[in-house]
């Protein structure tokens, strides 16, 4: 007699054979809430088990039925032998039990199948064994000697960009959860498909290692086996490990890793960082206690500790709620780690330039800040379950991001994911005393919700020095309006079913510096989320710089505002027109040994005004959008348009004559290594744009710390209060050309 049941440990690797389990794995472990489970009582005392090497069997002197070695092999990885009493392997294990079983255990649904999982495993001891079952599986499989095809099989379209092609109208959440693997993904969109969990590891013929029941005692540091990155399943099972390396942790892309059976006492918190592992087999070993750090292994499912002196806690915990529980408690009740060092500013000046703008009168300087905030209605459990559940809190992370604006203290603030309730009752009253004004702006959907819905519903929010700059206007880019007034763009399909669906908003704040009258336009714009949408970030980003361009030329077309007014000194009152009194107690106050001040400037078109454009793109520097923002033009074929049609985009490219470059593309600085930092995604998709002709760059704030970022799995946590990171950079205003004086025209005799 023979098990004809699969592995439940790695039937979900196995192509179609899903069918043949009677084991399907549970989508949660635990039948309800705690204590709603029956309690079954305890099993009778283990009189052993049968122990295999190299394929013979030493019975433990204590079994009462003596188990012969079997081989059956059903197309599965794994077959185990059965008990020849006739009973069912759930009869014979639960009456069984284990050397370990406690008289006292609960015995919960989860409880049940880990004490399966671990007979199972106990009866793989012999060398190579899943190895060898898999090997003989597969050559008992019969292949048509004429393949048989189905003639009504439509061949599925090509890859684009790494992600398959998909029906533009579905946007169900499998679809949306498969292609967004390996992405850019901000949860910015209305939760209505789940954030990808898993990332895709590097290609490979093959993607598991039985390297199980060979003795192996020792795994260097060095060894190769940390240099396979693409391995998803791993047993070093039955062996003679007293220790696993915490280089360990390279193996980003494990699901399952089995250390059972070997004399392991303690775990390396490394394992913390495999945030894909489903299954963690620790059966049979001398661990007493489970490091904290696992806590961040939030997709976890099984961690099967049957067979350890554990913890008594953390066991009972484990045997009624189940692994996710224990996980939980792991992750809130972790210490908080040693926090990073601080980001270093990277001044692009050299000591001369430094000095040459202090000794000039008329140097201008601006500084930007824009960051993502992470919205409290998306920061869940569900999507970020390996934060610490009062590190999510909105409480906890509103006055890290509050001190973190304050702490840099820049001219302009643009933040996005900002709700219209977090914009009125927290930062427009907390900023307002640090010099701070601002104006917000919700999304679209926003139009649809009712009223105590719409305090929850996002959108971008800008603050500038009330002291230093006037806001002369504030303008809303509605990319789905737009795009569907816009006369020259046609109406087609792929417009109505991607772009007009999503409610992306860009906001425009044209400014005045109340001393020097420079007048600048900065831009604070939220890009879709969506990797499957890339073609509709194109789209966006082609209306932004159309709809700033137009902006900027009606801005160039306001007269000039009135000369400053005298202002008696001493007087407490700002002068509006600029003057010498700004409000701010620290600028230069008006004297007789003040320069005299800069003509005004004059703009005799858009593009002379000094331009930033900053925000969350959801675009990587190797996109579309990044190519489209910094060349300034963009072919109709490019990849990122997915082969779908957008009238004259698609037909005859994008153009812009803006000029943009990055801030940290200039060379000293380079793009960050990430602003986004999640276990499924790490990179650069947040952006400060510049106007290269009126304005250049200072320094640029630095990326987070390389070693501190090596033992996080991802943000937020303690120290960072989104999974976004902040941007800065600081500019010089390029005087005006038209304000040098011109030659006298010739003269002729």
Known sequence: MYYPQQSPA?????????????????????????????????????????????????????????????HHHHNSLTHYPSPTNGHTIQQHVLSQGSPATTTGQIMSAHWQQQLLKCEMIRSSRSPFHRARASALASRN??????????????????????????????????????????????????????????????????????????????????????TFTFLINLYLNHNALTSVPPQIAKLRHLELLDLSGNHLTTLAPEL????????????????????????????????????????A?????????????????????????????????????????????????????????????????????????????????????????????????????????????????????????????????????????????????????TFYKASKYTLVEKQLIEFSAVAMQRPDFEKTDDMFNRVLIKDNIAVVCLMEDKQTRTRFIIANAHLDWDPLFCD?????????????????????????????????PGSDEADPGGGGGTGDPDAPSASTSKPPSRPTPHYTEGTKIPLIICGDFNSVPG????????????????????SHKYG??????????????????????????????????????????????????????GEVDKGYLEKVVGFPNAHFPSDHVCITASFRVKPPRENQPRPPPPTFS
């Not at 199980?212 to 086996?225: D, F, R």
């Not at 976890?300 to 002196?309: I, R, S």
Request: proline share 12%; charged share 20%; aromatic share 8%.
């Open 10 to 70: 790695i039937a979900h690797k196995l192509a179609n054979h899903h069918d043949q389990s009677s084991w399907p794995r549970p989508h949660h472990p635990v039948l309800g809430p705690p204590g709603s489970q029956p309690n079954v009582g305890p099993p009778p005392p283990s009189p052993g088990y049968a122990l295999y090497t190299n394929g013979s069997m030493q019975h433990h002197p204590h079994h009462p039925h003596p188990i012969p070695m079997q």
């Open 141 to 226: 499989v019969a292949k048509a000697a004429i393949p048989i095809t189905n003639p009504n099989f439509v061949k599925p379209p090509p890859d684009v960009n790494g992600a398959p092609e998909s029906d533009p109208s579905d946007s169900s959440p499998a679809s949306v959860a498969a292609g967004a693997v390996n992405h850019p993904s901000s949860t910015v969109a209305p939760i209505k498909a789940p954030r990808p969990t898993s990332i895709r590891p590097p290609e490979n013929s093959w993607s598991s290692l039985d390297m199980g029941g060979v003795n192996l005692k020792n795994i260097p540091q060095t060894s190769g086996l940390f």
């Open 272 to 311: 913390g960082m495999l945030t894909q592992l489903k299954e963690l087999y620790l059966f049979d070993n001398q661990i007493t206690n489970i490091p904290s750090e696992l806590g961040t292994l939030h997709q976890l499912k099984t961690l099967g500790v049957e067979g350890n002196p554990l913890d």
């Open 313 to 461: 806690s953390l066991k009972q915990l484990v045997q009624k709620d189940g692994t996710p529980a224990l996980i939980s408690y792991l992750r809130d009740s972790c210490p908080v780690p040693t926090p990073p060092p601080e980001r270093v500013w990277k001044n692009l000046l050299s000591p001369a330039e430094e000095e040459a703008m202090q000794s000039d009168p008329y140097t201008e300087t601006i500084s930007v800040l824009s960051y993502n905030i992470l919205c409290e209605k998306y920061a869940t459990e569900r999507l970020y379950g390996y934060t610490p559940a009062w590190a999510l809190t909105w409480d906890y992370r509103k006055e890290l991001v509050l001190t973190e604006l304050m702490n840099h203290d820049t001219d302009f603030l643009c933040l996005q994911e900002v709700d219209i309730a977090a914009y009125e009752d927290y930062f427009l009253q907390h900023l307002k005393g640090h010099d701070y004004d601002g104006f917000h702006w919700p999304k679209s959907r926003y139009k649809t919700k009712k009223d105590t819905e719409r305090r929850q519903v996002d959108g971008c929010a």
């Open 536 to 568: 509709v970030k194109l789209v966006q980003a082609a209306l932004l710089v159309d709809e700033i361009d137009k902006i900027a030329a009606n801005f160039a077309k306001y007269p000039p505002p009135p000369p400053p007014s005298a202002q008696t």
């Open 623 to 642: 996109s579309g959008v990044y190519e489209f923002l910094s060349n300034g033009t963009l072919p109709p074929d490019h990849p990122d348009f997915l």
């Open 648 to 701: 004259r985009l698609t037909t005859d490219g994008l153009r812009h004559r803006l000029g943009l470059k990055s801030a940290y593309s200039a060379p000293g600085i380079g793009e960050p290594p990430l602003t986004n930092h999640t276990p499924s995604f790490q990179g650069s998709i947040d952006y400060i744009w510049y106007g290269s002709a009126n304005l250049a760059v200072n320094g640029a704030l």
